[in-house]
Each structure stands twice: as structure tokens, then as C-alpha cells.
């Protein structure tokens, strides 16, 4: 997931420039591949936020300037305990300032479902910064829907979070926020930092690719191979063929559904818990443009093999880690990649005339948003594409 040591310089160094020179657009910037620091003059993200989230230092950001203990000193304290995802000063629950950073206790390496979320925490107005980590509940929506944003943005970059707090701390600026989000599809850093005493926002752009594979699929083979971003696969057994009992396409039961309910994330041929075939889509609750955090997940299963297709609707709650935080990664993917579900189910079908879509979920693969989409040939064989 991380980039070269030559070419994290020279994404460090391109917006590095940026910043200093204040000259080139965010979107000519993004276009090059180069980091992107947003325009020097802002104090927030304004109009092109993607989440609700802002820095909770009451009226006055200036009392970071009491901490003795610096956001680096924190990453070197909790790096020992993962990769790090997020970090911020706060107003803790006893009103006194805080110091939070956030550890993927997998590394970056490891998807957000098969990962573990923590928080070091503690006085950052004594030195040394003593922490103490505690462990996100299964049951914790909040935190766990929120850290796989967080770690899901951070592996579609190729600058890590510690790399952007030090770009943004060049010429003695005290960031005091550092969080992982969007801006007009890329993911990247949101950082506000005290410049002379006045608070500034900055984006930085994470340098993930750009490329395109929608217009010329490559068949991958039956898997994603040593490239899989996550450890799931499809769940029809032994013999993938079933699927062909199925009296609807995807494609058409993505049209239906987003016909009803709106904008869908993720879609598949499964066997459910009866053991007969099932057609499952996710559409979510909210718009597709509102972050995981504040979204809704929901689940249309049902029977392909009918005549007619008709689903039962089911929506996650909020104690339902595995699909809670699934659908959280999903979403964000998409939020992230060029082209919808549908697009990429369709690019699939058309790459394999006469073969069946069976499974299209939202992935990653060397820093690019996209869909990993199987699709079951006329040679009665799975067929892997990446669809970005």
C-alpha cells in the first residue's frame, strides 16, 4: 500500500511547492498525481466537506498551545501499537485538552473487517506523554464506522498520515487535527493547524492513482490473486454454476433497486442461510455524497430463481459490526472511485458476452478505488476483473 521512498519524496515535495507557492489549482494538482494543499486562506473545508466532523476545542484552538506534547511525539508513542489513522488534540470529558491518536492494529495492510481500532490518549500537557490505549467495542458504531473510513482513505494514499502532519508543520505551523477525507473524489487529509496564532485548513491530497481500467478490462483469473486488498470471495460453495438457475441479471436487479430505494454499494449471487441461491443488493439509506458515519445500511435479499425477483428489505443496526463496518468500507470505495456499481457490473458484462455477473463488491488494489467483479464464463469458469 505505501509508495517508494523516491516517490513519497516527490509527492512531499510537489506540494510542498504548492503550499508555498499557492499556484496551482487543487484540480490541475490532483490531475499530476501531486499532493494538494488547499487554498492557504481557508479555515475549513466549506462547501466541498464530505463528513460533518470539526476539530472540539471549544471557542478558542489556541489552547493547544499549552501541550508540551507535540502530535509527532504521540505518533511515536502509538505506532507502537499499529499504523496510524487519525490523530487530534481535543477537550476531553473532564474539559481539560486532550491528545488522540489512532492506531489500525493490523497495519494499513490489513482491510478494516479483519483489523482492530484503538485510541491512545492522555495529557498532552505532560511530558512525557504517558497514553493510554484503549480497544473500540464491537458495539462502538461511532468509532468503528468512522476508523475504517479513516483507514480505508489512508490505504487508498500513498502518503501516510504521519507524512502529511509534517508537511503541513513546515515553516512551524502546530497542527492539531489530522483526519483522513474527501474532496471531489480523492482521497487525502483534512489538517487545520495554528499559523501565528490563527487557525488555517488545509487539504492534502493522498497521491493515490488515478488510472482507468473500465474501458479495457483484463481478466485476472479466477481470483484477485496476491493483489486482494481483503479477504472476502464469493459464498456459492462448491460449484459456482448455480448461478445459472438465476432468472434475473444483476444488472437488472441493480436497475429495480435503484429504481426504489436509490444508490447501491455492493451486490451478489450467495447461498443464504437455507442453502438455496439468494440475490443480495445494498443500497444505502442516505445519499450517496453523505459520509459512512452518518448513513444508513440496508440489505435487498431475495430469491432469483422466481419469476419474479422480490426482496425483503433489512437494515443493519448499529450493534451489527460485520455489516456495519463492511458497508462503511463500501461506501467509501465508492465515494472514492470514478464510476458507480452499476457502470462497473455493466463494463463486466459487456468484457464476457453471455457470461453472469455473480459478484460485485467495492475494493482496492495498489491505492485505486474500485469493484472486484466475478463473473462466471461460458466456459463454465470464474472470471476475476478489477473494475475502475
Not at 146 to 151: A, G, I, K, P, V
Not at 318 to 325: A, F, G, N, T
Amino acid at each position: 500500500m505505501r509508495a517508494s521512498t523516491v516517490l513519497r519524496s516527490v509527492l512531499l515535495s510537489a506540494s510542498f511547492l504548492t503550499l508555498v507557492a499557492c499556484a496551482s489549482t487543487d484540480s490541475d494538482a490532483a490531475a499530476s498525481g501531486a499532493a494538494v494543499v488547499a487554498n492557504s486562506e481557508s479555515t475549513g473545508p466549506g462547501a466541498d466537506a464530505t463528513d460533518a466532523r470539526v476539530p472540539e476545542l471549544g471557542a478558542d484552538p489556541t489552547i493547544v498551545q499549552q501541550a508540551k506534547v507535540s502530535m509527532t511525539d504521540g505518533f511515536a508513542k502509538a505506532s507502537a501499537s499499529g499504523a496510524i489513522i487519525e490523530a487530534k488534540y481535543e477537550i476531553g470529558d473532564d474539559g481539560k485538552l486532550s491528545l488522540s491518536v489512532y492506531p489500525a492494529g493490523k497495519g494499513v495492510g490489513v482491510d478494516a473487517e479483519q483489523n482492530v481500532f484503538q485510541e491512545l490518549s492522555g495529557d498532552p500537557t505532560a511530558s512525557p506523554f504517558a497514553g493510554s490505549l484503549e480497544t473500540f467495542a464491537d458495539t462502538d458504531r461511532e468509532h468503528l464506522v468512522r476508523s475504517t473510513r479513516d483507514l480505508t482513505l489512508v490505504q487508498l494514499s500513498k502518503i501516510s498520515l504521519e507524512e502529511a502532519v509534517a508537511q503541513a508543520s513546515m515553516n512551524g505551523a502546530l497542527v492539531y487535527w489530522a483526519i483522513p477525507t474527501i474532496k471531489h473524489g480523492r482521497a487525502g487529509y483534512g489538517i487545520y493547524t495554528l499559523v501565528s496564532g490563527k487557525p488555517r485548513y488545509d487539504f492534502i491530497d493522498g497521491g493515490g492513482s488515478m488510472s482507468s481500467t473500465v474501458a479495457s478490462l483484463t481478466d485476472l483469473g479466477p481470483t484477485p490473486g496476491d493483489k486482494a486488498s481483503d479477504a472476502r470471495s464469493p459464498e456459492l460453495g462448491t460449484d459456482v454454476t448455480i448461478v445459472e438457475s438465476a432468472k434475473i441479471k444483476m444488472s437488472d436487479a441493480l436497475e429495480r433497486a435503484e429504481a426504489k430505494y436509490g444508490p447501491t454499494i455492493e451486490a451478489k449471487f450467495e447461498l443464504g442461510d437455507d442453502g438455496k441461491l439468494s440475490l443480495s443488493v445494498y443500497p444505502i439509506a442516505k445519499a450517496l455524497d453523505m459520509d459512512a458515519e452518518r448513513n444508513g445500511f440496508r440489505e435487498l435479499a431475495g430469491d432469483p430463481t422466481a419469476a419474479t425477483w422480490t426482496p425483503a428489505l433489512e437494515e443493519f443496526k448499529p450493534e451489527d459490526k460485520e455489516h456495519q463496518v463492511r458497508s462503511a468500507r463500501d461506501l467509501t470505495i465508492v465515494q472514492t472511485a470514478s464510476i458507480s456499481l452499476r457502470s462497473a457490473v455493466d463494463a463486466a458484462e459487456k468484457a464476457m458476452p453471455g457470461g453472469i455477473v455473480y459478484w460485485a463488491v467495492p475494493t482496492l488494489r495498489e491505492a485505486r478505488a474500485g469493484f472486484g467483479v466475478y463473473v462466471l464464463g461460458t466456459d463454465k469458469k470464474a472470471h476475476y476483473f478489477f473494475v475502475s
